[in-house]
């Protein structure tokens, strides 16, 4: 279920940075660049100007390598191949059957709210025309039974994915952007600086500020452009927001958006928006996901279920619905 545009706004105070005696302030360094579909954000503190460029290009180098991994388009990504498969075992690198087990996790703690399969309605979704028009309900009925992540099997043995289904295809959108963004995080630890925020489209990830201030992203009104719902400080973790206002049209007076009900194949329509913060981008990204789709209701339940977990709903008729922690 892919997920494009939804941003976080992030609000860094660029000046007041303490001294260290032990040597010279960390400084804030930023970087904008295109992966994935979307807009990356990197920033990070670092007291060497050359160190803190080599750290951010390797860290963009990761996102990218992720991205041409995970996208569906690519002749030379795995799922690729597994669309295209003539048999039911793909095989596939350890890396992507690592990604593509934990979502299916994720599938059964929302019980199919967060479905991978639900790449085979995607091509009757298509948001970047003039005069987008929703699909026929008779159009999407026939491909809704190859919707179904209970079809597939990791079989670590052979390095391959196992389909019951032959037409199952694969989208990994609402769990590899996270991924990426826990990927480059790990670069920029191991790169030694002295801070740092990834913004990968509403995906963030943070390490923790050596200057010991928190990081402050601001949560978006997914109504209201530009406004803020709240604003929250972090220190270290992960802040994901999936929404319907990014990736969307209009038609006969209804909004049509990308975060499709993989039991229905039509868009889900009872949240508007819905932020979960947890350690890891990628697991946020996919609840997030599955959580919009669930509902504020199911969802906080299963937000308070969960460890180390906490969320802000916004619903379908603009109240909003918070964790116990959140």
């Known amino acids: 279920m892919k997920k494009y545009l939804m941003f976080l706004t992030l609000l860094v105070g660029l000046g007041g940075l303490i001294n260290?005696?032990?040597?010279?302030?960390?400084?804030?360094?930023?970087?904008?660049?295109?992966?994935?579909?979307?807009?990356?954000?990197?920033?990070?503190?670092?007291?060497?100007?050359?160190?803190?460029?080599?750290?951010?290009?390797?860290?963009?180098?990761?996102?990218?390598?992720?991205?041409?991994?995970?996208?569906?388009?690519?002749?030379?990504?795995?799922?690729?191949k597994f669309s295209h498969r003539t048999t039911d075992r793909t095989t596939m690198p350890a890396e992507v059957l690592n990604l593509i087990e934990r979502g299916l996790e994720i599938s059964k703690i929302t019980d199919g709210c967060f479905d991978m399969t639900v790449g085979i309605l995607l091509p009757y979704w298509d948001f970047k025309t003039d005069n987008p028009m929703p699909p026929r309900i008779s159009d999407i009925k026939p491909v809704l039974p190859f919707v179904d992540y209970h079809s597939l099997k990791v079989d670590y043995g052979d390095s391959v994915l196992i389909s019951a289904s032959p037409k199952t295809m694969l989208a990994t959108g609402a769990i590899a952007k996270g991924y990426a963004v826990d990927r480059a995080i790990a670069v920029l630890l191991k790169m030694g600086v002295k801070g740092a925020l990834v913004n990968a489209g509403g995906d963030l990830r943070v390490i923790p500020r050596a200057d010991g201030k928190s990081w402050r992203v601001g949560i978006q009104n997914p109504r209201e452009p530009g406004k803020l719902l709240q604003v929250i400080e972090v220190d270290s973790g992960a802040v994901v927001t999936s929404g319907d206002y990014q990736k969307y049209f209009i038609y006969n007076g209804k909004r049509y958006h990308h975060l499709l009900n993989p039991k229905t194949g039509f868009p889900a329509d009872s949240c508007r928006s819905v932020t979960i913060k947890t350690a890891t981008a990628e697991r946020a990204d996919a609840l997030a996901t599955g959580i919009f789709v669930m509902g504020a209701q199911r969802g906080i339940r299963l937000i308070e279920s969960l460890p180390n977990t906490e969320g802000l709903i916004v619903k379908s008729d603009g109240r909003v619905v918070k964790s116990s922690g959140f």
């Open 20 to 80: 260290c005696k032990s040597g010279p302030a960390p400084k804030i360094y930023k970087h904008t660049d295109l992966a994935m579909g979307t807009i990356i954000e990197i920033t990070i503190l670092d007291t060497n100007e050359r160190h803190a460029n080599q750290a951010i290009d390797a860290a963009m180098a990761e996102i990218k390598r992720i991205g041409s991994l995970f996208y569906e388009g690519n002749p030379e990504s795995p799922l690729y």
